[in-house]
């Protein structure tokens, strides 16, 4: 059965099945997400840390914990979740992506349920999830909005959304598009459009809009001479990340 696609984007996972191959290559065309990962799990483990009350020291702080990563690709989301002892569901509209997911999940000794299909598709199911991560996806859907909403629904009473995107003014289309695809060449040309681009204030008013309460945001910031990534409290003028919890 062909899954639903209400606000999957053809355009943009055909972009992404393009790229398939290249997940798990740390100088290839998903070198920025590499270099970002580490920040982007910093962010992640201790907002879920908080929230249901783990301690990320001990061997499996995650277990029990269900977990949905919405547009997983290769799964480097996916992988450390489960590491750390969460269930997880990676999903993708980009069906090319899921077999390079399984397989490196497979070398690496992991238990994913990795599946081509949509939030949609799987809200339609019934299925509801303690936690949704939602990183890097809702600036490459059709309808931002209702894309959210129907990720409300995947969340049980008292669940946890992460979502991170980039934010839409000169300096993020200098930095994500200018930076990144033209002069870097980190990612292939089109892979962003800065109209999609979305402001905190903005993302902070759907995910109100679409029944959440958003808690927490903060920035990535990338230093060039340090050649890092670091979490802000301030400066969330390019890339950016959001915590958001549905009413118990």
Same mark, same amino acid.
């Given at each position: ?77 996916? *992988?450390?979740?489960? !590491? ?6 990676? #999903?993708? %509209?980009? $069906?090319?992506?899921?077999? &390079? ?9 992991? *238990?994913?349920?990795? !599946? ?6 799987? #809200?339609? %199911?019934? $299925?509801?999830?303690?936690? &949704? ?116």
């Amino acid at each position: 059965m062909q899954p639903t696609m209400n606000t999957v984007d053809p355009a943009e996972v055909a972009k992404f099945q393009a790229m398939a191959a290249e997940w798990w290559d740390p100088n290839g065309k998903f070198k920025p997400l590499h270099m970002l990962n580490p920040c982007r799990l910093d962010y992640i483990t201790r907002q879920i840390a908080e929230e249901f009350d783990r301690d990320l020291t001990s061997e499996k702080p995650f277990e029990g914990i269900n977990i949905l990563d919405i547009g997983c690709g290769g799964g480097l989301l996916s *992988e450390p979740m489960a !590491r750390l002892g969460a269930t997880v569901v990676g #999903a993708d %509209a980009a $069906e090319r992506n899921i077999p &390079v997911a399984r397989v490196h999940a497979e070398q690496s000794g992991l *238990e994913i349920d990795y !599946r081509h299909t949509t939030a949609e598709a799987i #809200a339609e %199911a019934g $299925e509801t999830f303690d936690v &949704v991560l939602n990183m890097e996806v809702v600036e490459h859907v059709a309808d931002p909005q209702e894309f959210l909403t129907v990720c409300q629904q995947l969340l049980r009473p008292g669940g946890l959304m992460v979502c991170s995107t980039l934010n839409r003014n000169a300096k993020s289309f200098m930095m994500g598009i200018i930076g990144a695809e033209w002069v870097m060449r980190w990612l292939p040309k089109g892979t962003h459009e800065w109209n999609k681009f979305i402001t905190p204030d903005e993302l902070f008013s759907m995910l109100e809009t679409a029944g959440l309460n958003p808690v927490d945001r903060k920035g990535f910031v990338f230093n060039p001479l340090g050649w890092s990534w670091s979490i802000s409290d301030r400066d969330l003028s390019v890339n950016y990340v959001t915590a958001s919890l549905k009413a118990a």
